[in-house]
């Protein structure tokens, strides 16, 4: 699975990102599901926004569907199948 840098403190918007979503998924309920909507907040950088999904997209054995609506869909393992 994706890991932002393994920094103690997160050093940028990139790191950020990456950490918010990693505890995102790790969050009891959701590993379960296999599965996550989750969507930009407005004091996150778009650009680092946008790379952290880029280099999520391309974990083995994950997928990402951009929602409509702004939000993507994280998938992994059986939600991928």
Known sequence: MFHPTSASQPKNSYELVGRRIKELIAAPG???????VVSRRKDENPEAWHQVIRDIEETSGVSIERLSDGTV????RKYCD
Do not use: F, Q, S
Request: positive net charge; without cysteine; hydrophobic residues 55%.
């Open 73 to 76: 869909r994280i998938g992994w």
């Open 30 to 36: 959701v590993k379960n599901k296999m599965a996550l």
